[in-house]
């Protein structure tokens, strides 16, 4: 209410009943009617003025405040209390109503309704001051949920009852569900004690509140009505909703971390299976090797600790790595901070090698020195058989590069001093043994070098169906001839058995060269048994020590009773001139050429062999798709002569060149040369159409023998091309080979081969000789 000024006070004064005002702001009294004065017992407005009263506790200033704030515009509070006119005590009820003063200090105007006497017992009054000190909130209720009194606590609370334009009751308007107010008056009306705790709508805004009601009568009036006693709990709740939330999420964490903890277990345990530990205590020299690790060496653990302690470590090392280890032992305890990384071999109890890769670290004392070595041994035997075989097949492929090379020079020499010789011995009338010689040797050195391009691959295979059962039995009648007499051959070859796809002339040195290591390895005598049988594509693919496509094979397995190969000697075996055989005895080549042969052909060759029992070496060859057709009988050879048509040779190495000039003109054509491919392409523009260009592939100065080759048929689409080359017909790409319709001969030739292919390319028939 607006306190407008004297005359409202004239008003007041006007009162019967005590009234004062009071000043919140200063504490303490300002104005007071005369019936005020009596009661305070003050003279004058002045002297109440100056009464002191702030020895009032904070709750009374408290009270005062939420009295001001809390009580609406026209809203009146009666509330009970206990004053100190004059120093006794002395209760009253009093009505309360907040006013300005002066406009705007807050004030409360104070009316004295009724003087409680002395009447009641002690007990009483101090039950009624406990209840109105409490915090907790009292109020009771009538049965129809209106609030008929309540303590200051719960007046601070809910301020003054209104009422509401919900249509709800004072008691429903408290609970956030009204309905809930229903269980307040049921209780009340079963006379029992209810405890619950629930949301209630506060002036302080949704406050959890323990609740206690129960049925009790009007003092004033004997109805019955509700007491509800409150108690703000939401600090408790929050902290308890808390607590569980921490508690949930402390469980999950703990099922997370033994999950984890699970995970590196396993993970650890995993590692431990693949790797081995090491843990050296380098003072008392106590070592602890895991047990995984003595079981891969073959070791019960004790036995291995006892091994260790009578022998040293160096016992289980292989002994070409004993020095190395020490050594880096030494500089590992040495150098304590930086990594130990080692590969070396450890000898199993059965005395086989296995290659461990160490990894570790030290742990050093205050002063840095190593006290103890720990770290992880790994198996790495079989990434060092890998490693080896990729090394000993890179090397092979530069060895059979650099052969190529020699054996393509080599058969340029080959050509000249058989051309030569054949010649002399054709027209010079030469001493035909003397001529005959030097032919024969021409024939050896002509085997070398195929063996060679054989190693290397890029020998001319003319691959057909091949029928086994025709051709070992056929052969081991010539071998028998040369091998010694103490050894029997064998021959085993399965009734079904596939015909293979392969070159026959080839395959026959191939097993020719077998069979001659065989009777090596058995000075004393013994048995070679040639098994052939076949081998379905599922066993190609189980055998991956085998660089074979999932084909079905037939292998010739060649098995002696020799003096076998130790496994170094089988690694190295293939290699071209390794040989064990005394100087004049054995080039080395013979199984190079065979595997050379054999790769070549889509197969490969794999050797087993057992030291002092005998060796196996199996050749895997492609089975052919059609049967193979009956091998003729090699025909004499024969010289066929030209009538005088015009041959154009293209080959730059000179004597080459006129060696196989004198060849062809000795055969009856007449002959014309060029050294590289743009004179001869000069020739071709300056001549009439030769009957036959004879062309060497491999030229000097950027254009080959195929590059003209395509430049002529531009021109002359319909020229006859044959090509002559100490590598194999493999160099001319089968796509040029097609375009261009070549033919092909291999150097070295004889007069007779050349004066076949000549004819047959001049009568328009395609020709592909090789050596
Ligand atoms: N059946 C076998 N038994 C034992 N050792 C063998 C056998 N076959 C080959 N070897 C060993 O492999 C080496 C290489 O064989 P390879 O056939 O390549 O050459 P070579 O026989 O020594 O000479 P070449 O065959 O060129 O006359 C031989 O010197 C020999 O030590
Ligand atoms: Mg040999």
Redesign the pocket.
Same mark, same amino acid.
């Given at each position: 209410m607006n306190f407008a000024g004297p005359q409202d006070l004239r008003q007041l004064q006007k009162l019967s009943t005590p009234v004062w005002i009071f000043d919140v702001d200063r504490h303490g009294i300002w104005w007071a009617n005369s019936q005020g004065l009596a009661f305070w017992k003050a003279g004058s407005v002045d002297e109440l003025r100056l009464r002191d009263f702030s020895s009032d506790s904070a709750t009374v200033r408290e009270r005062l405040r939420q009295i001001v704030e809390l009580a609406s515009d026209d809203g009146q509070i009666n509330d009970t209390w206990t004053l100190y006119p004059s120093g006794e005590p002395q209760t009253v009820i009093l009505s309360f109503q907040p006013v300005e003063i002066e406009g705007t200090y807050k004030g409360i105007l104070i009316e004295l309704v009724q003087l409680l006497g002395r009447d009641a017992n002690d007990d009483t009054w101090r039950l009624l001051e406990a209840a109105r000190a409490t915090s907790l909130m009292m109020t009771t209720f009538s049965m129809e949920g209106q609030v008929l009194t309540q303590n200051p606590a719960a007046l601070a609370c809910y301020g003054a009852p209104g009422s509401s334009d919900d249509g709800l009751t004072q008691l429903q308007a408290r609970f956030r569900d009204p309905a809930l107010a229903e269980k307040v008056l049921n209780c009340g009306s079963s006379n029992e004690l209810a405890h619950w705790e629930a949301e209630m709508r506060t002036a302080a805004g949704l406050r959890t509140h323990a609740l206690s009601a129960r049925m009790g009568r009007d003092p004033v009036n004997g109805d019955a009505v509700t007491v509800l006693t409150e108690e703000d709990v939401s600090e408790r709740v929050r902290l308890r909703a808390l607590q569980e939330s921490e508690k949930e999420r402390l469980k999950h964490a703990v099922a997370e971390s033994s999950d984890k903890l699970r995970i590196s277990q396993e993970r650890f345990e995993l590692a431990v299976q693949t790797a081995a530990i090491w843990d050296w205590d380098v003072v008392e020299d106590r070592l602890f090797l895991s047990p995984n690790f003595t079981e891969a060496l073959g070791y019960e653990r004790g036995e291995f600790t006892e091994h260790l302690r009578a022998n040293r470590i160096a016992s289980v090392l292989h002994e070409e790595d004993v020095a190395a280890y020490e050594a880096k032992i030494v500089d590992h305890l040495a150098h304590p901070t930086r990594p130990l990384t080692h590969e070396m071999r450890f000898v199993t109890k059965s005395g086989e090698a296995r290659w461990y890769h160490c990894q570790g670290k030290c742990v050093t004392d205050e002063h840095g020195k190593a006290i103890r070595s720990v770290g992880l041994l790994t198996d790495i035997t079989e990434r060092k058989a890998l490693e080896a075989t990729l090394l000993v097949s890179q090397r092979m492929e530069a060895i059979g590069q650099l052969t190529g090379g020699i054996a393509h020079d080599f058969n340029n020499l080959l050509t000249v001093i058989q051309g030569n010789a054949e010649l002399l011995k054709e027209f010079q009338g030469s001493d035909d043994e003397l001529t005959a010689e030097i032919v024969s040797a021409v024939r050896r050195g002509a085997d070398l070098t195929k063996?060679l391009l054989a190693f290397a691959r890029q020998q001319t295979l003319i691959p057909k169906a091949v029928d086994l059962h025709q051709l070992v039995p056929e052969m081991k009648k010539t071998f028998l001839r040369t091998i010694s007499e103490t050894v029997t051959v064998d021959f085993e070859a399965a009734p079904d058995l596939w015909p293979v796809h392969a070159d026959p002339t080839q395959l026959e040195t191939a097993i020719l $060269? !077998?069979a001659? $290591?065989?009777r090596?390895?058995m000075p004393g005598g013994g048995t070679l048994t040639i098994a052939c049988r076949n081998a379905e594509a599922q066993e190609i693919a189980r055998a991956t020590e085998l660089e074979l496509e999932r084909h079905d094979y037939v292998v010739l397995a /060649?098995s002696?009773t +020799?003096? +076998?190969?130790s496994p170094e000697?089988v690694q190295k075996? /293939?290699e071209p001139f390794? @040989? @064990?055989?005394g100087v004049g005895? +054995? =080039? *080395? !080549? *013979?199984? =190079?050429m065979v595997q050379g042969f054999s790769r070549q052909s889509r197969g490969d060759t794999r050797i087993t =062999?057992v030291p002092g029992r005998g @060796?196996t070496?199996s050749i895997y060859l492609p089975r052919a798709e059609v049967a193979a057709t009956p091998r003729a009988n090699p025909t004499p050879p024969e010289i066929a002569l030209g009538q005088d048509e015009h041959i154009h040779i293209l080959e730059d190495n000179q004597h080459v060149q006129e060696t196989v000039s004198k060849l062809v003109r000795s055969l009856g054509y007449s002959v014309t040369t060029s050294d590289t491919a743009a004179e001869a392409l000069e020739w071709t523009h300056r001549n009439p159409q030769a009957d036959l260009y004879l062309v060497d592939i491999l030229l000097p100065g950027g254009k080959s023998g195929v590059d003209f080759a395509r430049a002529l048929k531009t021109r002359q689409p319909s020229a006859n091309i044959l090509f002559m080359s100490g590598f194999s017909e493999n160099q001319l790409a089968s796509s040029s080979g097609e375009e261009l319709g070549a033919n092909f001969i291999a150097k070295p030739f004889d007069r007779s081969a050349i004066s076949k292919a000549l004819r047959h390319v001049l009568a328009g028939a395609r020709v592909a000789q090789k050596a």
């Open positions: 063996h $060269n !077998l001659l $290591n065989a090596d390895a /060649f002696d +020799g003096k +076998g190969m000697q075996a /293939f390794y @040989t @064990t055989k005895q +054995g =080039s *080395g !080549l *013979g199984l =190079s =062999s @060796t070496v």
